[in-house]
């Protein structure tokens, strides 16, 4: 007698779909890779300051980066040796955040989870995108596992992305995190090392 499947049709395209999400594409110009850009929570910045996120945070954040986007904003997606005495420059840029490919809240899953170390994790929600690095040398450092952590700049102000309070302005890779999850997707990476500085 043939095994029948206990997981519904709907249940299927979940877990497929989410597997898609952590494999990377090969384009035109570089690889586009999906990534868990900010989690909900509680976590320090770069200053020093303190902030709280909630789903509502998030969606927030989503929706003014898509409307900062829409009015012909380019997002740069940067690699950083987290060296913040002088300006990003042309020469940091490795390619942009890809709005159009998709910018979601999305609850965070085994199954969407970047790095199985953060299982914490689950049942929260996320900010899940996608970087498109163009820069030669840096596909390659990604295609080595080099290029993983993640960090975003968002605007509560306004000041640097003409009124759109809380968009994101640009992401950077970076050696370690202030966000616990923030990184490109990849499910062969769930075994590497990745340093964190969180609370």
């Known amino acids: 007698m043939p095994k029948t499947s206990t997981r519904t049709e709907s249940q299927l395209q979940r877990s497929v779909s989410l597997w898609i999400k952590t494999q990377a594409e090969t384009v035109e110009a570089g690889v586009l890779v999906p990534a868990l850009l900010f989690t909900e929570g509680d976590f320090v910045d770069g200053a020093g300051n303190e902030g709280s996120f909630n789903r509502a945070d998030l969606k927030r954040i989503v929706q003014a980066t898509t409307k900062y986007h829409g009015a012909g904003a380019d997002i740069p997606l940067f690699e950083s040796n987290h060296d913040f005495d002088g300006a990003y420059t042309n020469a940091n ?62 605007d509560p102000s306004g000041q640097f992305t003409d009124g759109n309070k809380w968009a994101i302005f640009e992401v950077s890779a970076v050696p370690w995190v202030r966000c616990a999850g923030q990184c490109f997707l990849a499910s062969t990476w769930n075994s590497l090392p990745l340093a964190t500085k969180q609370r």
Do not use: M
């Open 93 to 154: 840029k490795i390619g942009r955040l890809d709005v159009e490919a998709g910018l979601t809240v999305e609850e965070i899953t085994e199954e969407n989870l970047p790095d199985a170390r953060f299982a914490d994790l689950v049942g929260r929600y996320g900010i899940f995108g996608h970087g498109h690095i163009t820069r030669t040398d840096a596909v390659d450092r990604y295609q080595q596992t080099l290029i993983k952590p993640l960090s975003i700049a968002f």
